[in-house]
């Protein structure tokens, strides 16, 4: 028997530090820099750095780093501007990486063995 152990979450891979919610993710058929990515609404504990424009695969875009507020490390990104017209759904959207995230709060399996009663 599986049970639902409260939101899924996605965390830092290198502190577990929760930084978005698995309701936010728009799409998971993104590329980062290191493999696939997901791109998500909103990303929470995490500090934007300075903006630069980048040429992506989609265009060039001005965006901005996003780090893990707990450990430093680069998750992935802001879209802040996107200049193609057909790229402007992106804007205020991030971008994490596939490889620097963990799941958290997926299911906890409860074995109906696991009886605690003595």
């Not at 028997?1 to 530090?17: K, T």
């Amino acid at each position: 028997m599986a049970e639902m152990v409260g939101p899924r979450l996605y965390s830092c891979c290198n502190c577990r530090n929760q930084v978005a919610l698995h309701d936010d993710v728009i799409s998971k058929s993104f590329q980062g820099i290191n493999g696939r990515a997901f791109l998500l609404s909103h990303a929470m504990n995490i500090m934007v750095g300075p903006k630069e424009d980048r040429q992506l695969m989609t265009g060039l875009h001005t965006v901005a780093d996003v780090h893990c507020c707990d450990c430093r490390e680069v998750l992935g990104w802001k879209y802040e501007r996107a200049y193609e017209e057909t790229q402007k759904y992106k804007e205020g959207k991030f971008i994490l990486e596939k490889s620097k995230i963990v799941k958290e709060n997926w299911l906890l399996e409860v074995s109906e063995s696991s009886n605690f009663s003595t």
